[in-house]
């Protein structure tokens, strides 16, 4: 049996040895250790999609820049996910729509095949007390039967003793919430500071165990304030400061930073036995309250995103697509009737005919009719050139070192330290056994490409003609012209939007948006909706913004501009935030308004750019300001 989970699995395996982690604890109520051995060898019993984010977030994987290719079982238990996620949004909103949602929970309980599943449907439900105002101790059990169903020994005592996924630790800081809320404000302390130390480990990357940061960090510092210990609120606001804005995220900073500039006054007011009179003017003279408020226009103009689920957080997923989905637009992308592509000549394999599967079987696999065993799916994803994987990161592999390497890479870049690092993509490539999947060549002659267009080795001439290669490895370059959308990976979107710049020097602006256009189409017609497609959709929204400014169109510029704002707070995207919070003030200053809204908005951009040290987009802000206003920032 082939189960297309061995390499992902592998990969676990590999970031659990090197963490020191024991098979036992990491899949403890998830399956057993023997179950995890077969399943490496392509045995047992597949794991179901929930199940792979639990183990990869126990060791400190973002399940969320995986790739998931489901079969129409579980992509079918994933769109009902994803209905009572919507649902919960609403309730928010209007408590109306709390029996219905309620009801939906209760129906995806009846076809959960896994405790992870349940566990997840069982938080649906604490989101809904959270919303209702449930009593705080029918909360609490109803959280700890969850946590339960994957960790049956909790103890709060022992809670830094185990490994977390997210929902795990989304229901723990919840348990933590609803003690500080009945008065245990020591267990809720105590809790929390186990939690930040655990966080802090390496067993989780900074950018899975940010997700959880703020918010713990927020609710022990308003307990600390309550009590009055306002060194230890400076010390962790600090901590908090340091980290947030390098990991990109931006929710709960700005009242991270009024919290220190109140810490800090009453600090010295305590010290000197100053009055409250001069607690204020230190306070509002503070470098953190200015920060503070330069950064709030963010909550305060975008509340809904910003405060939505700010009490008891979404669980969300991306990435998502139904395998058949991506089958059938390939295939018709390479031209190819299901007859050709389930029975085909292939040399590589063997001399003569090989069949895949019936055409009959490639047609229900496509609608949806069928669940095909894998080795068929594999063979097919194989024939389109593409990861013969259910789950996989942006470059397949087995080793984590492996993906550490590429990340290390992409870091020098970043930091313009380009000695060695074409030898260093040869090293990958022999040290990766999955090096020649057709994605994988892709991925690191893109990488290639990049240093060397940098250091002048690829001209700009040349330029066209090698991304055309790359692109072809597993998209025919008849997608550049044709009216073909199809869900691309990031490493296929990566080249096509090195191409679009390209098409912008010989075709204009105009060409450009066709062909994004096109890309975000393609997200739009398989996902079933924005939220799941978030990170591939974001920054293609950016560039059409900024392609339709250049055409004169500055207010449908700016109407985009504000609806990638929405979607980057909602999903708490500081990288993206700040970049386009400029191109929207950029677009009103073009477009004469120039008022007060504009002036906080370059504020907000410049403060930020001075926290994440991004130098090129404070001097755009400070440049920008100055011509509208007259006047230096501030």
């Known amino acids: ?113 896994s405790n992870a599943e349940l566990q997840a449907a069982e938080y649906f439900d604490i989101q809904l007390m959270c919303i209702s105002a449930e009593n705080n101790l029918v909360q609490k059990k109803k959280c700890m039967d969850a946590i339960k169903l994957t960790i049956d020994d909790f103890c709060m005592d022992n809670l830094q003793e185990y490994l977390y996924s997210e929902i795990e630790i989304l229901i723990v800081t919840r348990l933590l919430r609803i003690s500080a809320d009945i008065g245990d404000m020591d267990v809720a302390l105590i809790g929390y500071e186990k939690l930040l130390r655990l966080l802090g480990q390496d067993t989780y990357s900074n950018n899975e165990s940010m997700k959880f940061f703020a918010g713990i960090i927020y609710d022990a510092l308003l307990i600390y304030m309550e009590r009055q210990q306002y060194e230890k609120v400076s010390a962790l606001c600090r901590y908090a400061i340091e980290k947030m804005p390098r990991e990109n995220k931006f929710r709960y900073l700005p009242e991270i930073y009024n919290m220190k500039a109140q810490a800090d006054a009453r600090t010295i007011v305590s010290q000197k036995g100053y009055d409250e009179a001069l607690f204020q003017l230190l306070y509002e003279q503070s470098a953190e309250y200015k920060i503070y408020q330069d950064l709030r226009y963010i909550p305060d103009k975008y509340q809904d995103e910003y405060y939505n689920d700010i009490k008891c957080p979404m669980y969300r997923e991306y990435r998502i697509v139904f395998v058949g989905d991506i089958i059938r637009q390939r295939r018709m992308l390479w031209g190819m009737t299901q007859s050709e592509l389930a029975y085909y000549i292939n ?63 992409e870091r020098c870049i970043s930091a313009k330290k380009y000695e060695g690092l074409l030898e260093r993509c040869e090293d990958v490539r022999k040290k990766n056994p999955l090096h020649y999947y057709p994605y994988n060549c892709q991925v690191i002659e893109k990488i290639e490409y990049k240093i060397k267009r940098i250091n002048n080795i690829i001209s700009g001439d040349d330029a066209s003609r090698v991304l055309t290669r790359m692109l072809e490895r597993t998209i025919p370059e008849g997608y550049l012209t044709d009216d073909s959308s199809i869900y691309m990976f990031m490493g296929e979107q990566h080249i096509l939007v090195n191409i679009v710049q390209n098409i912008r020097i010989t075709q204009g602006e105009n060409a450009c948006l066709k062909l994004l256009e096109k890309m975000i189409r393609g997200y739009k017609d398989t996902c079933i909706n924005e939220d799941v497609c978030t990170p591939y959709i974001v920054n293609l929204k950016r560039a059409y913004e900024s392609y339709t400014a250049n055409t004169g169109n500055l207010e449908l510029a700016c109407l985009l501009g504000y609806e990638v704002l929405r979607e980057a707070i909602k999903h708490n995207m500081l990288g993206v935030l700040s970049p386009c919070l400029y191109d929207t003030a950029w677009n009103r200053a073009e477009a004469n308004i120039k008022d007060g809204e504009l002036r906080k908005m370059l504020k907000c951009v410049h403060t930020t750019s001075i926290i994440r040290c991004n130098q090129f987009l404070r001097e755009l802000s400070e440049e920008l300001y100055k011509d509208v206003t007259g006047d230096k920032i501030q």
């Open 1 to 113: 049996m082939e189960l297309g989970i061995e390499h992902i699995i592998k990969l676990i395996d590999s970031r659990r040895t090197f963490l020191g982690i024991s098979k036992k604890k990491l899949v403890k109520g998830i399956c057993t250790v023997d179950m995890m051995s077969k399943i490496v060898n392509g045995q047992d019993r597949k794991l179901h999609k929930l199940e792979i984010d639990v183990l990869l977030q126990r060791i400190g994987y973002n399940a969320k820049n995986c790739n998931c290719l489901l079969d129409i079982d579980e992509y079918k238990a994933f769109t009902a996910r994803e209905h009572i996620r919507e649902q919960i949004e609403k309730c928010y909103k209007d408590k109306n729509n709390y029996q219905h949602t309620k009801k939906m929970i209760t129906e995806y309980k009846n076809t959960c095949k």
């Open 347 to 409: 040399s590589d394999i063997k001399e003569g005919a090989d069949e895949i599967c019936s055409e009959k079987t490639l047609s229900r696999l496509e609608n949806g009719k069928t669940v095909t065993s894998w080795k068929v799916t594999r063979k097919l994803l194989e024939r389109l050139k593409l990861p013969p994987e259910r789950y996989f990161f942006d470059y397949v592999a087995d080793d984590y070192s492996i993906l550490e390497e590429i990340s290390d890479i």
